[in-house]
């Protein structure tokens, strides 16, 4: 994976992450939802951007969704206390597990190209 998508997928991650750690701060405080949707929107922007860029849209929603699953669960430990069952634990495991899978699966660009060439 280059390294230009591979850092736009990361920052697309990390805005969806850090706008619903805010939503549910809103919850208490009416002060987030702003913020929730600047990040939101910046969020999809980017991630459309990584589609133009290329990459398979396998990958990138699965990277993008199940990482972002996975870090919400532990963010919300660490910034609200919530607590993760053995089953949340194993769940977030098995998406990462799941997320290895989906990019190990998915041909790099040359590959890619080169079938279509032959066609």
Request: aromatic residues 18%.
């Given at each position: 994976m280059n390294s230009k998508r591979l850092?736009?997928?990361?920052?697309a991650i990390l805005a969806e992450v850090a706008a619903t750690l805010m939503l549910r701060a809103s919850v208490s405080d009416?002060?987030?939802i702003p913020g929730v949707v600047v990040l939101y929107a910046?969020?999809?922007?980017i991630l459309g951007l990584t589609q133009r860029l290329g990459m398979p849209l396998g990958a990138v929603y699965?990277?993008?969704s199940a990482s972002g699953v996975a870090l919400v669960a532990v963010?919300?430990?660490?910034?609200?206390?919530?607590?993760l069952s053995i089953g949340a634990i194993?769940?977030?495991a098995l998406i990462i597990i799941g997320v290895i899978l989906v990019e190990s699966g998915t041909p790099e660009e040359s590959e890619?190209?080169?079938a279509?060439?032959?066609e």
């Open positions: 850092l736009l997928l990361v920052t009416p002060v987030w910046t969020a999809f922007f699965a990277t993008w963010l919300g430990v660490v910034f609200f206390g919530e607590l194993i769940g977030i890619t190209v080169g279509e060439v032959t």
